[in-house]
């Protein structure tokens, strides 16, 4: 059944959560040399120029499994391809974990605070909506990190892996949704995700407690 007051709190930060992410792929592929990003209108915090609709929809669902439209890249700009390519990839999960941690801070504060207007405490609904934000994106930025490509993970485990292995690896990016799709309908992805999840999200709770 849809929960109106449910997507009415997920909205902001689900939008935030996968608006950051891909911008943060961008941002350093351009810093690293590359303007496809750039002249493609993806260095922006406009979410609608990022969101897929397929990801944004699962990530609505699961609050921890999502994706947005891939950042355009071109390697050749790269002056150490897979160390760039690394440096990229990671740039997107790392993001959300600081995000997390920006919307802990902001969970304690207003749980801690009562912002009234008349009639209506509004810490409340404040906190919940950062709730949300840290399990959204503690979600999102663990999913990308698993070594399946086409995800995060598998751009980082590659830079690491011999030149033998590294194409065969990159190779598996043809299955990567298969893969994705069994582990997700086996209900093997929900043992996978959740259990980080739930650790690192008790973590960030604890160290924004101030």
């Not at 930025?141 to 033998?164: A, M």
Request: some cysteine.
């Amino acid at each position: 059944m849809f929960d109106f007051k449910l997507f009415l709190f997920l909205t902001p930060s689900l939008l935030l959560a996968l608006t950051i992410h891909e911008f943060s792929h961008g941002l350093i592929a351009y810093l690293l040399g590359d303007p496809t990003p750039k002249l493609n209108k993806r260095l922006t915090l406009n979410p609608f120029n990022h969101l897929d609709p397929l990801g944004t929809l699962t990530l609505f669902i699961t609050q921890a499994i999502g994706w947005a439209k891939p950042v355009p890249i071109n390697p050749n700009y790269f002056k150490n391809l897979w160390r760039d390519m690394a440096l990229v990839s990671i740039a997107g999960p790392l993001s959300n974990i600081i995000l997390a941690f920006i919307f802990g801070f902001f969970y304690n504060f207003f749980n801690k605070t009562n912002l009234n207007l008349p009639n209506f405490l509004i810490s409340e609904p404040l906190a919940f909506m950062c709730y949300l934000g840290v399990k959204i994106n503690i979600g999102l930025g663990v999913f990308n990190l698993l070594p399946i490509p086409p995800l995060d993970g598998s751009k980082v485990i590659v830079k690491f892996l011999p030149l033998s292995l590294k194409l065969n690896y990159l190779r598996l990016e043809l299955f990567g949704f298969f893969i994705i799709l069994f582990l997700a309908l086996s209900g093997i992805l929900f043992y996978i995700i959740y259990p980080p999840l739930t650790f690192l999200s008790d973590f960030v709770f604890h160290i924004t407690n101030f």
